[in-house]
């Protein structure tokens, strides 16, 4: 692990990188995340290491303020998963915060929680977190491990997966558990999409950032064949809530079904967005890892 010192008087270009940190052990794909001042280190691909037969040390977590002390590394519990999953269905494919509790998914359904405060991953949310328990019950893990809550209106989820832009009403603390989840989607980005792919490009999924109170970014990675340059489709958008309604329950008959229901619930504004051509850098399909808004 490496850190930058930056101020305005460091000339573009001259920017020196200094090693901080290294780990006891290697890690692929590796997930770095900022929790309480700490840095968590988590393996995304054990598939890798059960090749070779090894046993690595997938998660670790580095403590700052323990920086001239001589332990500033703490072996963190190894995912259960790891383990007991057959290869191929362990890896981790998102992830996501939700105060001091990371979401992971895991292979192409499953999630698993890991909680700071005490250390341990579970299976299930811990009945506490009426709200991960919340998303969860409705079949929301995948979406929330690939999607960001709303600055401003933390109830409201959006989320792509692959090529399907969704935002999600959560139902509030305290409400009954029988409360509706609402579904709205974006038809103006589904549009897009289609335009895009009559063009023989293939959407290779899409990411959601923050930008300011209500303001998001969604981001689509797009590739073709040989021929074809890597597109990137941007779609930079302002949401906000209509009036507040009485959450809606389930009717008797349906108490089985948490399928969320299709309403709109937002309203949207789109203020920019465009197709942007780069250069392939291989020969192999571009993919995004991640994006980031300074």
């Not at 770095?32 to 393996?43: E, F, T, V, W």
């Not at 977590?61 to 790891?82: A, E, G, M, N």
Request: glycine fraction near 6%; hydrophobic fraction near 35%; charged fraction near 20%.
């Amino acid at each position: 692990m490496y850190v930058a010192y930056l101020s305005d008087s460091d000339p573009v270009g001259k920017i020196k990188f200094s090693k901080l940190h290294e780990f006891e052990a290697p890690k692929t794909s590796t997930v770095m995340m900022k929790i309480n001042q700490k840095i968590y280190a988590l393996s995304t691909n054990f598939t890798y290491f059960s090749g070779f037969k090894m046993y690595p040390i997938p998660f670790e977590v580095y403590d700052p303020d323990t920086h001239f002390s001589k332990s500033i590394t703490r072996r963190l519990q190894t995912p259960p998963f790891y383990e007991r999953y057959e290869r191929g269905k362990r890896d981790i494919r998102g992830y996501a915060l939700v105060e001091n509790t990371l979401c992971v998914q895991v292979g192409d359904f499953d999630c698993h929680f890991y909680y700071v405060n005490s250390g341990i991953w579970r299976p299930s949310p811990h009945q506490n977190s009426w709200f991960l328990s919340s998303i969860i019950r409705n079949g929301l893990g995948r979406n929330l491990c690939h999607g960001k809550f709303v600055l401003g209106c933390e109830d409201v989820l959006i989320s792509i997966l692959r090529t399907r832009m969704e935002a999600f009403l959560i139902p509030p603390p305290g409400s009954n558990k029988n409360a509706l989840v609402f579904c709205q989607m974006f038809h103006e980005v589904d549009d897009d999409l289609s335009k895009i792919h009559e063009f023989s490009y293939e959407i290779a999924g899409g990411l959601v950032l923050n930008l300011d109170e209500e303001k998001m970014c969604a981001i689509f990675s797009c590739g073709g064949n040989l021929e074809l340059n890597f597109l990137v489709y941007i779609y930079i958008f302002q949401v906000s809530k209509f009036p507040e309604q009485p959450c809606t329950k389930r009717t008797k008959r349906l108490q089985t079904d948490f399928r969320p229901r299709l309403k709109d619930f937002l309203s949207v504004s789109y203020l920019s967005k465009g197709f942007y051509y780069l250069n392939r850098p291989g020969f192999d399909f571009p993919f995004m890892t991640g994006a980031f808004y300074l």
